[in-house]
């Protein structure tokens, strides 16, 4: 029996920074199936489908399609080669009509001399939404007054009007309701009788395994298996996506005292439409952990604690003094340290030296007579970070933006764990990071908590969460789901159940 | 390669300032090296190193102030007509509050209300100079014979120290410069680290706006009163000294005050050199204009790093 | 879920907030006219208004090209200079069809320069614009010294050509000139590339499209407007003396208002409509300031001043970002 693959890749391999998201991944997809690709957050399932819809290129490794080799430079390219990817994030540009989001880039083919015939364009639009079965969206409406849901819509057609051989659709559900579920459902079943093939990314495992007719396992950027879905089960699934060994080393230490009192109380914390009724307490000497999908609103939530995101309804209160955290300024008087998520933009001045960046949020301590900013004590103090955090540099002079990522990352947290904290909130502290700097970084993470500070760790990487915290609030849809106690042992199983 | 760079960011300024000299030794020869001459020059770059003194704070946050010269001159001419009706001792403390007070208003418009620094304070100079006929009535306004006695090296040039002194300590030696340049380097960054980026924006205005007055005094006392076009293009020759001293436009830690000197230097030099040369204003006017483009373009590419200039 | 379809319910709003900013703009100018003595709605003022708007609004029509991909040029008074002397030189030789051609001439490849600067040396646009400014000033007064060494004067069309800067002319070129730039700026993919640059820029790329090339054309467009107002300008004056010291740089200012005011109401009215309404908006009110005797080139630039600020602060509410 000789199979004709209308899509293969052999061997792929993408890295971002010292971060493997893509290891040596070899697949072949079949025209007429639908695909579904499974795995944490982070096990490199949208970094595979961008590399195939032309938005990565790839480090290593080959592509092909339709036995032909296959190079997509840009979305566009791929387009053109038959290839298009509703991405998970919104893609659709604002300021434009929905009609003319749909054909941004493709307008030619309704222009005369030039000028676009709107009716022309606006029938093609209506004909597309028609002709796919997904329920009509107002085509002269600005995108930005669309919904969620709406938009996606809008780029399911836009990614459908080119009559692509490959459609891929990554967790695109998730916005979806009850009836535009069913439709695509309808819709992907045509498509494939047509002969096309679809790669769907899914977190709703029960609608991967009914819709899918073969599922690929991706664990940490590595193909674990692929597998037939008829007869598969959701168990089966998910020992496949997490059983895994824990090989970073972690240095957890047990909290000093299981009861200690809390040092912040978060009480219903709602921010309209991101979180609802948010509440727990961090103890002081433990990490919490905080989990979840992309959309449960863990980031959001450490910009509220720190101020940064006004909370429509509840409160955040500092327990030592009683006070209501509502402002950065708030926050940061009460002792509360936060290292965004985003280093280079939020958390660096990429272009100023080590010793700049070390010493701004401890400003105050050199601030003599006269407010004089002494450059002898600055100096002094950005050497004895620079040997205490281990940062590799030239010397203090050297400007961050010519050192390693993990390095970065070295001279932010340190520039906020080197003054006196009561509350430390770690977004994603060891993205875009090497191996042994993120050991480093747990080191010092368990540091601290012997010092009796409460730190608050905000992680998309499961083991990670497990390897450090004390407890562990998963979040779902912007509420917490449930908080798990070390006591009763982590379980990664029963965490991703939670979680998804 | 990386510590060549930032070696070359240091070494252009200076090369710069020495070129222009030996070039205008060459063409205009003797006429340039006269001792009044060279005073004359002196004399003009002290203007611009006061306007600078100010300015360097709000460039150092990576924002603009296009109303320095509006400032100048609305803030000199009702210091004019109030010195006229109530004495010479007015003069100093009218000019620095005025200036203050313009600068209060753009920063408190700039930081509170979000409003871009080109548009607000570009807004505010053509206003200003809307004021100014209001306030002339259309003929100039003399000031006492006293105060053109200001109008020397001698005495300009121990109030420069002075201020150089004061406004140097403050950028170079305290939080409000240091802040400054971290505003300029990563907003977001100075503000999560607990600098309060909307009191500096107002402070850094409000220096600007007193700067402005003090130039503004010493423009009175060298024109001898007020007429519509006093202080007209001094915002963008103190920006060009900036700039010309290889500040970048982003701002940020590699502002140091020492380039404000060099730039005005090189600008007075430069300005200077063209009229002994026979050059039109107007046509000096284009020189400039390259000079900023061409200026802000290599000070971006040689700053240490590689950021990208964007607007 | 109501009965109507829900495109039919946005559509029927939108009719509605346009009714009501229409009549919100006339009660307006009822009330200035009782205040102004009868002297505001006559037939004669209102054409005096509609003249005075229809320069602005050519070249608020091409800065709205490059505006919306972010680049504020402050030589766009400067070129209005060259442009309009040019105008009048080719207009001498080849009358009208030189006068309009010279406009345009000049406005694309100034331009086509000024993008080039810009997207070529990546420096901020309003840096590059001032530095663009003074060299054309430079350029227009070594032009005007020329001109006067010879013997003459800057081009003066006399009494030649003056007809398109007249009624009914000039403000029949509002017709022309609002069917092109709508075309241009909402029908063809110069238009629709630049506005999607503008809005979302990662998207536009990721949907094949070439950022730079988007705001170059744009900036060419831009030029044909601005060549085009110049003409029209040229031929309103008669004779415009080239300017230095940068006084050209406050050209911008009510062009800027008024796409400040059009991009703000741009879920009400086509933003070429709303840059229409907020010239004449702009005419008439300085038009009202006139009339109730405040002298125009005092505090009538100060109301100039104060209203930019005002409509870049309520353009600019609820902006959560880093402002420069």
């Given amino acids: 029996m000789t199979k004709s693959f209308s899509l293969s890749v052999a061997d792929v391999s993408k890295s971002f920074g010292p971060t493997r998201a893509v290891i040596d991944v070899s697949l072949d997809f079949r025209a007429g199936e639908i695909h579904g690709l499974i795995g944490e957050n982070g096990s490199g399932k949208s970094t595979l489908l961008s590399m195939i819809a032309g938005i990565h290129t790839r480090d290593k490794g080959q592509m092909f399609k339709g036995g032909q080799p296959y190079d997509p430079v840009s979305p566009a390219h791929a387009n053109e080669q038959g290839v298009s990817m509703v991405v998970q994030e919104l893609g659709l540009v604002d300021g434009l009509t929905v009609a003319e989001n749909i054909f941004l880039g493709k307008t030619d083919q309704f222009a005369n001399r030039g000028v676009i015939n709107l009716r022309k364009m606006h029938r093609a639009a209506e004909e597309a939404f028609a002709a796919w079965g997904i329920s009509q969206v107002p085509l002269d409406v600005f995108a ?26 990554d967790e695109i559900t998730a916005a979806f309701s009850h009836n535009n579920r069913t439709a695509l459902y309808k819709l992907l079943a045509k498509l494939k009788a047509q002969g096309k093939l679809i790669l769907f990314v899914s977190h709703n495992l029960p609608e991967a395994l009914q819709l899918c007719d073969r599922l690929t396992v991706l664990k940490d950027g590595e193909k674990v298996d692929t597998l037939d879905s008829k007869g598969l089960t959701e168990d089966e699934l998910k020992r496949l996506m997490v059983g895994r060994e824990i090989k970073e080393t972690y240095f957890y230490t047990p909290a000093k005292n299981e009861n200690a009192e809390p040092v912040l109380v978060a009480d219903g914390i709602t921010v309209d439409g991101v979180l609802h009724n948010v509440s727990f307490e961090l103890r002081r000497g433990e990490v919490l952990g905080l989990g979840g999908l992309s959309d449960s609103g863990i980031h959001e939530l450490g910009k509220v604690l720190f101020g940064l995101t006004r909370a429509d309804q509840g409160q955040v209160i500092f327990a030592d003094t009683g006070e209501r ?37 401890s400003v105050d301590a050199f601030v003599g007579p006269l407010g004089f900013l002494s450059p002898r004590k600055r100096k002094k103090f950005a050497g004895e970070q620079l040997e205490a955090f281990e940062i590799k540099a030239s010397g203090i002079r050297q400007a961050v933006n010519q050192l390693s990522g993990g390095n970065r990352q070295k001279v932010s947290l340190a520039s906020w764990l080197s003054r006196p ?8 502290p060891t993205r875009g990071v090497d191996v042994g700097i993120t050991a480093n970084i747990y080191k010092l993470i368990a540091e601290v908590k012997q010092q009796g500070i409460g730190i608050i760790l905000i992680s998309d990487e499961l083991p990670e969460l497990i390897g450090c915290s004390d407890r562990i609030l998963i979040m779902k849809n912007g509420a917490v789901a449930r908080i798990f106690e070390r006591a009763e042992g982590f379980s990664e199983n029963s965490i991703v159940e939670v979680m998804i | 390669m990386k510590n060549r760079k930032l070696s070359w960011e240091h070494i252009i300024p200076f090369a710069g300032l020495v070129c222009l000299i030996l070039l205008f030794t060459v063409l205009v020869g003797d006429k340039f090296w006269r001792p009044y001459n060279l005073k004359s020059i002196l004399n003009q770059t002290v203007l611009y190193m006061f306007g600078g003194l100010g300015l360097i704070f709000v460039i150092a946050q990576g924002s603009i102030d296009l109303s320095q010269g509006a400032v100048l001159a609305l803030s000199a001419t009702i210091s004019a007509i109030l010195v006229n009706k109530y004495g010479l001792w007015l003069i100093f403390p009218s ?10 208003l753009n920063g408190v418009i700039i930081s509170k209300l979000k409003v871009p620094s080109v548009t607000c304070t570009l807004a505010f100079s053509i206003a200003y100079r809307g004021l100014l006929p209001v306030f002339t009535r259309g003929g100039p306004i003399y000031v006492p014979f006293k105060l053109f006695d200001l109008y020397n090296f001698e005495n300009m040039f121990p109030v420069l120290v002075l201020l150089t002194i004061i406004f140097g300590y403050l950028f170079e030696y305290t939080k409000v410069g240091y802040f400054s340049k971290a505003i300029g380097e990563n907003e977001i960054k100075a503000r999560n680290s607990g600098v309060p980026v909307e009191k500096m924006k107002i402070i850094a205005y409000v220096l600007c706006g007193i700067m402005a007055g003090i130039a503004g005094v010493f423009t009175l006392s060298r024109v001898g009163g007020v007429d519509v076009s006093i202080g007209n293009f001094f915002e963008l020759e103190v920006m060009l000294a900036i700039f010309t001293g290889g500040v970048p436009v982003t701002g940020g830690m590699s502002t140091r005050i020492y380039r404000l000197f060099i730039g005005a ?6 300005v200077n050199g063209l009229t002994l040369y026979g050059v039109s204003a107007a046509l000096a006017e284009g020189v400039k204009g390259l000079m900023l483009i061409g200026l802000v373009f290599l000070a971006a590419r040689f700053t240490a790093g590689k950021r990208a200039v964007t607007a | 879920m109501g009965d109507t379809h829900p495109m039919l319910q946005r559509f029927g709003k939108r009719r509605m907030q346009q009714v009501l900013v229409l009549a919100g703009l006339l009660l307006v100018f009822l009330i200035i006219h009782f205040a102004t003595n009868f002297r505001f709605l006559t037939g004669r ?7 005075h708007a229809v320069i602005p609004t050519f070249i608020t029509w091409g800065l709205i090209f490059s505006f919306t991909s972010g680049m504020i040029d402050l030589s766009i008074g400067s070129i209005v200079v060259l442009a309009s002397n040019f105008a009048g030189i080719l207009g001498l030789k080849f009358g009208y069809v030189g006068l309009i051609l010279g406009g345009l001439v000049a406005g694309v490849l100034l331009q086509a320069l000024n993008g080039f600067v810009f997207l070529k040396t990546k420096i901020p646009p309003w840096v590059a614009g001032l530095g663009m400014a003074m060299i054309y000033e430079s350029i227009g007064a070594v032009y005007s010294t020329a001109a006067v060494r010879s013997g003459g004067m800057v081009v003066s069309l006399g009494s030649q050509l003056r007809g398109l800067g007249q009624l009914p002319f000039n403000v029949l070129m509002l017709v022309p000139g609002l069917i092109a730039v709508y075309i241009l700026f909402c029908r063809t993919s110069i238009g629709l590339n630049v506005r999607a640059v503008g809005s979302d820029l990662r998207v536009t790329k990721e949907m094949g499209i070439d950022p730079n090339r988007a705001k170059f054309l744009s900036m060419l467009v831009c030029g044909v407007f601005i060549g085009l107002g110049s003409a029209i300008n040229q031929s309103y004056v008669g004779q415009l003396l080239p300017r230095t010291g940068l006084t050209t740089v406050s050209t911008i200012f009510q062009p800027l208002t008024a796409v400040l005011i059009a991009s703000s109401m741009g879920a009400i009215f086509n933003v070429v ?15 009202a300031l006139t009339l109730l005797g405040v002298p125009s080139g005092t505090w009538q630039e100060v109301v100039l001043g104060m209203l930019v600020i005002a409509v870049t602060i309520v353009s600019m509410r609820g902006e959560e970002g880093v402002v420069k």
């Fill in chain 1, 421 to 428: 904290n009561k509350i430390i909130i770690l977004d994603s």
């Fill in chain 1, 144 to 169: 930005s007054s669309l919904t969620v849901e709406e938009k996606k819509l809008v780029e399911l057609v836009r990614a459908l009007s080119t009559d692509p051989d490959v459609l891929i659709l």
């Fill in chain 3, 273 to 287: 409509i709303g840059v229409v309404i907020g010239t004449i908006s702009l005419s008439a009110l300085f038009n």
């Fill in chain 3, 45 to 51: 003022n209102m054409g005096i208004i509609v003249s």
């Fill in chain 1, 325 to 361: 955290i509502d402002s950065l300024r708030k926050a940061i008087n009460s002792g509360i340290a936060y290292v965004p998520k985003d280093r280079d933009t939020e958390a660096l001045m990429v272009r100023a030296t080590i010793e700049d960046n070390l010493c701004l949020p």
């Fill in chain 2, 265 to 270: 230097l090189t600008i007075g030099v430069l």
């Fill in chain 2, 95 to 104: 000019a620095i509050l005025l200036g203050a007070l313009f600068g209060l």
